[in-house]
């Protein structure tokens, strides 16, 4: 209690002796009274007693009047004062703010009144700033894109903002709360997680930001993100909860689409024949799709995404060359496109055409660079293929009177000795160059067609330009990347008596005959009006038949109709180009291709046509053919060997063990009988024999059954799985301890070593780790044997350690070959089969093992798995 606060002031000595004066002047009226004219006769009469005490009742009334009239007339101030401050208080109460008291009286009242006033100023200036905040919020409210609610959950009261109720499509607020609940409007895929998220949020005080759909006004689901803090009171309930949701509609949406995209383009990564590569410089990550690792023998675990070890499979000689590609392609934007060849996994070099582009930036550095690599092995052999039929055939295409060119990648592959003189310089190769070079840009097969006949005028190495008839053609229909066989024509003189014939009026027989292939004169209606010695020759038709006769009739019944055709387009055209065959009289029928020309003769139209021989050129593209097609019947012929060569050889690995069991056996058997039947008459080195022949043959026998079980490692279709190596090993150990219990080796393997491999192999491949280990300490009193794994970069290695004999590094090469060892028989007996199994099993499950030894000192065997 505060001792001041009875301490006296001004009002409350004035109010006190106010009391005391009323009270003394009281009594000083009654004690007068009493001594003059209240004081009873002591002779009177009981009646004079009466009306003493009456007097003196009414003078004690007059007194207590009198004292309550100066009482109220001295705290009338102090009566108003106080109403003046009530009244002021209920004033503030209904918001009037700006009342105040303004007392500066230095009572009690005063100081009420004071104390009045700076708290009516502080709320007034807490009320001012909430208002604000208040208009600030409202404005956020407003503005934000995101819905705002508020529960207050002593009162189960909720807020829901204008923009909450928009974003589900209530325009209406009565509608809104008397359509949505939260609960029911939720997805009921996300009922029970959200709700169980908001429980924890209460009672726990989890972060509460989910993902969710709601139920809009139109009944379809849209997704928001909500996210909510509650808070708590000292008793820590919560008891007030508010949150927003964020429309994320467009985003979901966005990302199932990028979801459908990414999922296309895995599936068409993996559904493609090619491999595809991604180079990301910045970030220096390398990738290889599986399909790409597939086409080099291996699984997607065996081959790291790292470019250095994809430069070490590409062919020393190629190295250098793709190198420089990629340098230009980056400096100068070219195409890349380029071929090299890259090793196996079985060691053998494939064909592959890498096809690539690069991602720069603004500033001009290259920030990414991905492609496409294809196998195009057969492809290349099928072109040496055509090569070497080239080679072969070389001395009959030069001698033909049209020029021929195989081509790959629009590079001149080889050529005949005729296309040479037309588009090379003398003494000067073209092999390797591409036609651009040579002015034959024109020379290409649009997408999707595998065969071009056109005439077309080029420019020969000499600059003249002539008129020639080109054929172009695919080697393999289905694979544009086998290459292509162009064989052309020159017609640059059929084409000159041509126009020769459109200028002329007539022609002279002479000229006529003496045209190279055939040639004719035709009516509109096919009628035959002059023609060569070559027609005759060709058809075998004399010349008082030719006279008159219809054009088609000399061609085979199966080309006429197309034929015909010709003729009309050159009437429509006036030029027309077709292959057919003209009809012979011991021949099935002569291929020539005809050029068609429509002239003017006085005024009436009549049809030119001259036509050369191509029975030569379609016979090489036969023999091409022929040769494609042997190349096909040869791989599957030598496919078909390779499967029963290894049927033979597994068939030949059993009859071989069995033949030589049985023969060691037969030997085992009558040693061991003749030393039990014998052993009387037998002095001790024929004693000493036997045993030497019985030790011989089991260790015959053992060489024997371990080769069988290294043929059959390599041969037995795996089965991978996910075990725990180290209880494998437990029970390896346990064997051995069985059958060796005088041993006492301290073995040391974790509880866990989880592996995946084939179960049955890796079982081989750790017995004979561990025998070796159980063997090669054979000869220390205090043997350990540790299983374990480490991991060196990035990879898991596995290794088994001992502290046994240990060996010399320097033979460390021969340890995983077969019949390779490194100390006596007489020591350490065994086959030298071991590890050479343990090689084998590893190598299969694309692994990798070595060794680290020191004599004396122990050694430890590594390996890991693909």
């Known amino acids: 209690m505060n001792p001041g606060r009875f301490a006296p002031t001004r009002l409350r000595t004035a109010l006190i002796g106010l009391v005391i004066a009323v009270q003394c002047l ?26 003493y005490w009456s007097r003196m009742l009414l003078v004690g009334v007059i007194a207590v009047v009198l004292s309550g009239l100066i009482v109220a007339l001295a705290t009338e101030p102090l009566i108003r004062r106080l109403q003046h401050l009530r009244e002021a208080g209920k004033r503030f109460a209904k918001g009037q703010l700006k009342v105040r008291i303004q007392d500066d009286a230095a009572d009690e009242i005063g100081e009420l009144g004071r ?118 009171n000292k008793e820590g309930k919560a008891d007030r909860y ?171 592959a080889n050529a005949n000795q005729r296309f040479l003189e037309w588009f090379a310089p003398p003494g000067e190769s073209v092999s390797g160059e591409s036609l651009s070079q040579l002015g034959l840009q024109h020379l290409h097969l649009d997408p999707g067609e595998s065969q071009m006949t056109r005439e077309m005028q080029l420019a020969r190495h000499d600059g003249s330009r002539r008129w020639f008839y080109v054929t172009g053609r695919l080697i393999k229909p289905d694979d544009p990347e086998a290459g292509a066989l162009w064989i052309l024509a020159d017609t640059t003189d059929l084409k000159a008596t041509s126009a020769a014939l459109r200028d002329a009026h007539g022609l002279s027989d002479a000229v006529v005959k003496s045209l190279p292939g055939v040639f004719f004169l035709l009516e509109a209606s096919g009628r035959i009006l002059r023609w060569n010695h070559n027609l005759e020759n060709v058809t075998g038709t004399p010349p008082d038949q030719m006279e008159h006769l219809i054009i088609r009739s000399l061609f085979h019944p199966d080309d006429r109709l197309a034929f015909q055709g010709a003729l009309m387009q050159a009437l429509r055209t006036e030029h027309a180009t077709i292959e057919a065959r003209l009809s012979a009289a011991d021949e099935g029928g002569i291929p020539h291709v005809f050029t068609i020309i429509r002239v003017e003769l006085q005024g009436v139209s009549h ?83 036997l045993q030497r022949i019985r030790s011989a043959t089991h260790r015959m026998q053992q060489l024997i059954d371990d080769l069988l079980k290294l043929s059959r490692v390599t041969r037995d279709e795996m089965h991978r799985s996910d075990f725990n190596l180290a209880a494998l090993v437990h029970d390896i150990a346990t064997e051995l301890r069985q059958e060796q219990p005088e041993r006492r080796v301290a073995l040391t393997v974790p509880d ?49 350690k001992d502290n046994g004999a240990g060996f010399d590094m320097r033979y460390a090469g021969k340890l995983f070959s077969a019949f390779q060892r490194l100390h006596r028989e007489s020591d350490y007996p065994g086959t030298g089969i071991g590890l050479a199994t343990v090689s084998r099993i590893i190598h299969r499950h694309g692994g990798r093992v070595w060794a680290d030894a020191q004599v004396g000192c122990g050694a430890t065997f590594f390996f890991t798995l693909g």
């Open 607 to 689: 049809l030119v046509g001259v036509g050369v021989d191509i029975s030569e050129r379609l016979a090489a593209e036969r023999e091409v053919q022929a040769l494609n097609t042997a190349l096909e019947t040869r791989v599957r012929e030598r496919t078909a060997e390779l499967t029963v060569a290894n049927q033979e050889l597994e068939s030949f690995s059993y009859s071989v063990s069995h033949d030589l069991s049985a023969p060691l056996r037969g030997i085992d058997g009558f040693s061991r009988m003749l030393e039990e039947d014998y052993r009387p008459q037998l002095d001790p080195n024929a004693l000493d024999y």
């Open 752 to 800: 866990e070593l989880l592996v995946h491999g084939d179960r049955n192999l890796l079982r081989i491949a750790m017995s004979n780790l561990i025998r070796n280990a159980w063997k090669f300490t054979s000869q220390n009193a205090a043997a350990q044997l540790e299983i374990g794994c480490l991991q060196q970069d990035g990879e898991t290695v596995y290794f088994a």
């Open 26 to 51: 009281t009594i000083l009226g009654l004690a007068l009274a009493s001594w003059h004219w209240l004081t009873p006769d002591p002779t009177g009469t009981p009646a004079d007693y009466d009306s």
């Open 242 to 412: 508010a949150g927003s949701i964020t429309d994320i509609q467009a985003q979901k949406q966005s990302e199932a689409a990028r979801r459908e995209s990414e999922e296309r383009l895995y599936y068409a990564i993996r559904g493609s024949s090619d491999g595809i590569w991604d180079w990301n410089l910045r970030l220096d990550r390398y990738y290889m799709s599986p399909r790409y690792k597939q086409l080099l023998g291996y699984r997607d675990d065996e081959l790291p995404n790292q470019r250095d070890r994809f430069l070490t499979l590409i062919h020393p000689d190629d190295r250098e060359r793709i190198e420089t590609a990629v340098a230009t392609h980056f400096n100068t934007r070219e195409p890349y496109d380029v071929l090299c060849r890259l090793r196996h996994k079985d060691g053998g070099y494939r064909w592959f055409r890498h096809r690539g582009e690069a991602v720069w930036d603004d500033a001009g550095e290259v920030v990414r660079f991905a492609g496409a690599s294809s196998d195009v092995t057969e492809q290349r052999q099928a072109q040496e293929s055509v090569r070497a039929l080239l080679t072969e055939k070389q001395a009959i295409l030069d001698n033909v009177p049209v020029g021929i060119v195989f081509v790959e990648n629009q590079r001149v």
């Open 115 to 232: 104390s009045f006033d700076q708290m009516a100023e502080q709320l007034a200036h807490q009320f001012r700033r909430m208002r604000g905040k208040d208009a600030r919020l409202s404005l956020v409210i407003e503005g934000t894109s995101d819905g705002i609610w508020d529960w207050d959950l002593l009162a189960n009261e909720v807020y829901f903002s204008p923009r909450f109720r928009k974003l589900l499509g209530y325009t209406d607020e009565a509608e809104f709360r008397r359509g949505f609940f939260f609960s029911t409007a939720l997805h009921p895929d996300d009922r029970d997680r959200v709700l169980s998220a908001q429980y924890a949020h209460l009672e726990h005080r989890t972060p509460f930001d989910e993902s969710y759909r709601l139920r809009c006004r139109d009944g379809n689901y849209r997704w928001f993100r909500g996210r909510g803090q509650a808070r708590w």
